[in-house]
């Protein structure tokens, strides 16, 4: 079946700190989605990514859907506290009934 | 974007009762919600698919008998445990993909708050 890696599995950011992560699939995904998920909530979409090469942003949000649309990136710039959560990209073909496959997710902490 | 909210957001219960999720779709009709299994520190897995008006479908390895889906309208889809055992303990979501934003033939899926059961 599709898989899909995410990195990095955590990171821990400071206040102001660009922040990137992105996911890799073995096989050829239509649409990218990012979903951030908090503590005990389900995931709440981000960005929402339909073509190849399509870079999209959501307020301090960017992310872009690869070229070769195995792969998709995201760009979170000058993070505040609020940040802090997890972040799952998905993506769906059509070839696979446009049914979404989740990445591991990368987990967003505060720097001590 | 679209509203999915889901009931109990929390249930304990007795090993061996069934448990009863409700997933609704309120500003929107959904003739596909999906079921979702989340456990601590992991990613979510898809469960089975929920047809409105017709059969389940469930992934690989999901007992169809233990994970009882009804879609009876188009706004309500229900999970049921049924016998439920400790190790069905997780955080269950449900989403659903509303036609007019996201299109029948994206994969935009809008999901609900989760309920997280606990099996004693």
């Known amino acids: 079946g599709q898989q899909l890696n995410q990195s990095p599995q955590s990171m821990f950011i400071q206040e102001g700190e660009d922040v990137s992560m992105n996911c890799t699939s073995s096989s050829i995904f239509n649409t990218w989605l990012w979903y951030k998920q908090d503590p005990g909530e389900g995931p709440v979409l981000l960005i929402a990514?339909?073509?190849?090469?399509e870079l999209t942003s959501n307020g301090r949000l960017t992310a872009q859907f690869g070229i070769t649309r195995k792969d998709s990136f995201l760009n979170i710039s000058a993070s505040i506290p609020s940040d802090v959560g997890i972040y799952f990209c998905?993506?769906?073909?059509?070839?696979?009934?446009?049914?979404?496959?989740f990445g591991g997710g990368t987990r967003v902490l505060v720097k001590p | 974007g679209a509203v999915v909210s889901q009931h109990p957001s929390w249930v304990i219960c007795k090993s061996g009762t069934s448990v009863k999720i409700e997933c609704r779709s309120l500003d929107f009709q959904a003739t596909t919600m999906f079921w979702y299994r989340q456990f601590p520190k992991q990613s979510l897995m898809l469960m089975a698919t929920?047809?409105?008006?017709?059969?389940?479908?469930?992934e690989q390895g999901v007992e169809k008998d233990k994970f009882l889906i009804n879609h009876a309208s188009l706004t309500l889809s229900t999970l049921t445990v049924t016998s439920a055992h400790p190790e069905d303990s997780s955080f269950y979501i449900c989403?659903?993909?509303?036609?007019?934003?996201?299109?029948?033939?994206?994969?935009?899926?809008?999901f609900g708050e989760g309920s997280r059961l606990t099996v004693l």
């Open positions: 989403s659903a993909r509303d036609p007019v934003i996201g299109g029948a033939n994206t994969g935009e899926l809008f």
């Open positions: 990514l339909y073509k190849a090469g």
């Open positions: 929920s047809n409105e008006g017709s059969k389940a479908t469930y």
């Open positions: 998905a993506g769906s073909s059509r070839a696979a009934g446009n049914k979404l496959t």
